[in-house]
Every structure is written in C-alpha cells, then in structure tokens.
C-alpha cells in the first residue's frame, strides 16, 4: 500500500512539475490565449518575465470585436504585478481554493481606443467588450482574487465617431486612475476584475470626452464591484 501511494505521489509531483514547466517556458502565448478566451476578444503580448517581487508583460494589445474599424481598444508598453511568489504559483496552477492577493498592478502610459457608432456615443466599442466580458453570477470558477492596488498613469486616448467618419480626436489624457482594495470583502474572479477595471477607464474617458461630469481627473475607487 506505502508503495503504491508513493508511486501515485511521484507521479503527480510529475504531472505537476511538468505542467509548470509548459506555462512556465510557453508563459506569453499561454496567457495571451487564457486572457483572449476570457475577455472575448483577441490578446495579444510580447513577452511576459518572471521576477522576485512578480511579473511584467510587455506589448500588451486588447484587440476590438471584429464588428469594429478600430484594430486595438487599450495598448500598454509595460503592465507591472507585484505579488508573492506564492501567490503567483496559485495563479498559475489553481491548485487551492485560497483567493490570490495582488499587491499592485501598475499600468503606464496605456493607449486607450474608443469609437463611437452613434451620436449619443451609448453605443462604443467598450460597450460591446463590457456586454461580452459581464460575469456569470452562477458559473464556478477556480481562481478568485484580491488587489490591493492598481493604478493607470498618462492614459492616452483616441476618439472615433462614425458620424465624422475621417475625424480622429485626441482628447486630453488622464492623468490617474487608482483603485484600492479591489475583493477586500469578497474576492472576486478574472472577469469581475477585468470588468471593474474597464468600467473606470471608460468612466475616466467619458469626463473627458464630457459625457458625464468632469469631477477630477484623478480617480479612486473605494469600494469594488460585487
């Protein structure tokens, strides 16, 4: 019995060893694919490095839905996370139940893209990613989360509107958004924390564009989606 159960142990250490090594040398094409399957549209990275205090991503590219003109909706050179090496290996092998805390997701000097099909500007390309990536409530998920910090410097943007079909508007950019405490209370999952973030970037861009009040270009959300 003591035989079989160490022969079964070694041969899940080895499935497990294997399957990290998979990520691990195949990271950037890996979480390109997890990330397009989840936030249904296509994603795009450069590469993805490992480091003592997380990860960095370089070259991010979130391609539009294909009913749009515009190529990208959001382009960041450089994507810093900081967290544990503990909690990194949780995320990549969802092998607890634990949520995985975040220390900071540092994003500068993104791109962000929108157009707009009607006047009112209600219906964007942002919309329709928002409308695709909105969490089922009922469906189980392995991996939940906890960020304690994630910030967005110099957000760039550029406007769209069909309605002037060769007009290309470079708003003024937004200086900060900072959200603090993201699954504090009840951790959330990849979607809700993708849907959070993109509900204030757009939030951000549309004071600028002066669709909603212009209260203050720096931006900090207390509380979190649930």
């Not at 634990?98 to 942002?126: L, Y």
Request: hydrophobic share 40%; glycine share 4%; charged share 25%.
């Amino acid at each position: 019995m003591n035989k079989w159960a160490l022969f079964f142990l070694l041969f899940v250490c080895t499935i497990f060893c294997t399957f990290t090594s998979y990520v691990y040398t195949y990271r950037t094409d890996f979480l390109s694919h997890s990330l397009s399957r989840m936030l249904g549209v296509q994603v795009k990275m450069k590469s993805v490095d490992f480091s003592e205090q997380g990860l960095k991503a370089k070259g991010v590219r979130i391609h539009n839905p294909s009913d749009c003109t515009l190529k990208n909706a959001l382009e960041a050179d450089k994507i810093t996370i900081k967290m544990e090496w503990i909690e990194l290996l949780k995320a990549i092998t969802g092998i607890t139940s634990q949520k995985i805390v975040i220390k900071h997701v540092k994003i500068e000097k993104p791109e962000m893209h929108m157009e707009f099909f009607t006047k009112e500007a209600q219906d964007n390309n942002w919309t329709r990613i928002l409308a695709i990536l909105a969490p089922a409530k009922d469906l189980p998920v392995s991996r939940r989360f906890e960020i304690k910090k994630l910030t967005l410097t110099e957000v760039k943007l550029e406007v769209k509107y069909h309605i002037f079909p060769k007009t290309i508007l470079h708003p003024s950019s937004i200086t900060k958004i900072e959200l603090t405490n993201i699954g504090s209370e009840q951790s959330v999952t990849p979607k809700e924390l993708f849907y959070t973030l993109f509900t204030k970037l757009v939030e951000g861009a549309n004071r600028e564009l002066g669709l909603i009040p212009n209260e203050t270009q720096n931006l900090t959300a207390k509380s979190t989606r649930k």
